[in-house]
């Protein structure tokens, strides 16, 4: 016999994951934290696994992961099914949760959002996070679309190629000159491994993994974090480090002589992929059509043939 899933508590699991904390997801379900624990406790028991890590804020287990996805795509089948039926409370706009890396966000992907007709009322809710980290997000259930470096589909996703993001090693002249002696005509691999750099964050091996295939090893150890793209950029052209940016960002600062290609003719492509969701959901679906028309425009896609 099938055991199921009681949806009282599948939403609450979700919204204690939401909320972060079981008193403010009681406060949210306007019931008392003791009947949001036992709900969770209950969900627990029929599943046999434990689904929440009792940290602060509260985290899903991997088993857990799978109930909150369940919960989100079962939230936007019955958001549909209301708009069909014209039941009250269908007007609600559609939320669309998407994780989206900081140069992507930058430089190409909020465009795409423009061009979603305004009938559909959409509001959109981006996490920013590094692309190799996006997915994991989509495991989580907490979004339900994102822009990764990942070719291999999350469980329950479809995925699609973008197209790939260019980047230039690149520096402020006067930097160039003091710490690479790109004027004495230095081979780049001579200096830059002891330059100063730009890093976005703890998590960025980009420079490093440029460094490492000139030298075979990482970039030096005076780095700048900078979490924004364009403070990053910023950055870069004030002359605080060299770093890997955007060829899109890069160009006018190139073309007006603030930034320098410290390796003319080289650069690093990253493909991008954007994985959603497998579920019959015409927003969705419509986000995910603008998205793929304006990657094609802005992105490097791959030569036929």
Same mark, same amino acid.
């Given at each position: 016999? *099938? #055991?199921?899933?009681?949806?009282?508590?599948?939403?609450?699991? =979700?919204?204690?994951?939401?909320? !972060?904390?079981?008193?403010?997801? &009681?406060?949210? /379900?306007?019931?008392?934290?003791?009947?949001?624990?036992?709900?969770? $406790?209950?969900?627990?028991?029929? #599943?046999?696994?434990?689904?929440?890590?009792?940290?602060?804020?509260?985290?899903?287990?991997?088993?857990?992961?799978?109930?909150?996805?369940?919960?989100?795509?079962?939230?936007?089948?019955?958001?549909?099914?209301?708009? @069909?039926?014209? *039941?009250?409370?269908? !007007?609600?706009?559609?939320?669309?949760?998407?994780?989206?890396?900081?140069?992507? /966000?930058?430089?190409?992907?909020?465009?795409?959002?423009?061009?979603?007709?305004?009938?559909?009322?959409?509001?959109?809710? =981006?996490?920013? @996070?590094?692309?190799?980290?996006?997915?994991?997000?989509?495991?989580?259930?907490?979004?339900?679309?994102?822009?990764?470096?990942?070719?291999?589909?999350?469980?329950?996703?479809?995925?699609?190629?973008?197209?790939?993001?260019?980047?230039?090693?690149?520096?402020?002249?006067?930097?160039?000159?003091?710490?690479?002696?790109?004027?004495?005509?230095?081979?780049?691999?001579?200096?830059? &491994? &002891?330059?100063?750099?730009?890093? +976005?964050?703890?998590?960025?091996? +980009?420079?490093?993994?440029?460094?490492?295939?000139?030298?075979?090893?990482?970039?030096?150890?005076?780095?700048?974090?900078?979490?924004?793209?364009?403070?990053?950029?910023?950055?870069?052209?004030?002359? *605080? !480090?060299?770093? *890997?940016?955007?060829?899109?960002?890069?160009?006018? /600062?190139?073309?007006?002589?603030? /930034?320098?290609?410290?390796?003319?003719?080289?650069?690093?492509?990253?493909?991008? +992929?954007?994985?959603?969701? $497998?579920?019959?959901?015409?927003?969705?679906?419509?986000?995910?059509?603008?998205?793929?028309?304006?990657?094609?425009? #802005?992105?490097?896609?791959?030569?036929?043939?």
């Amino acid at each position: 016999m *099938m #055991t199921e899933l009681p949806l009282d508590q599948v939403r609450t699991l =979700l919204t204690v994951v939401d909320e !972060g904390t079981f008193d403010a997801a &009681a406060a949210a /379900l306007h019931v008392t934290p003791s009947a949001v624990s036992q709900r969770v $406790k209950s969900l627990e028991q029929r #599943t046999g696994r434990v689904l929440l890590m009792r940290t602060k804020p509260v985290r899903p287990t991997e088993s857990g992961e799978i109930v909150v996805r369940f919960a989100r795509q079962l939230a936007r089948l019955e958001d549909r099914a209301q708009a @069909e039926l014209g *039941m009250p409370g269908s !007007g609600e706009p559609t939320r669309l949760s998407v994780a989206v890396n900081a140069d992507s /966000l930058a430089t190409w992907f909020l465009p795409a959002l423009t061009r979603l007709p305004p009938g559909l009322r959409l509001c959109f809710e =981006l996490r920013r @996070e590094d692309e190799d980290h996006t997915a994991a997000l989509l495991r989580e259930g907490a979004v339900m679309a994102a822009v990764t470096s990942s070719p291999d589909p999350v469980a329950g996703c479809s995925v699609r190629a973008l197209g790939r993001l260019r980047y230039l090693p690149v520096a402020a002249p006067a930097y160039a000159e003091e710490w690479l002696g790109t004027r004495a005509g230095t081979p780049l691999h001579e200096g830059i &491994a &002891a330059a100063p750099v730009v890093a +976005f964050d703890r998590n960025d091996d +980009f420079q490093d993994d440029f460094v490492r295939s000139l030298t075979g090893g990482g970039a030096g150890t005076l780095r700048h974090f900078v979490p924004t793209s364009e403070g990053f950029v910023a950055s870069v052209a004030a002359g *605080m !480090g060299w770093g *890997m940016v955007p060829e899109v960002q890069a160009r006018p /600062l190139l073309a007006d002589g603030r /930034l320098i290609h410290l390796l003319p003719g080289r650069s690093v492509d990253v493909p991008l +992929f954007w994985q959603q969701w $497998k579920l019959d959901f015409p927003a969705l679906g419509a986000m995910a059509e603008a998205v793929a028309a304006v990657a094609a425009e #802005t992105l490097e896609q791959a030569q036929p043939g």
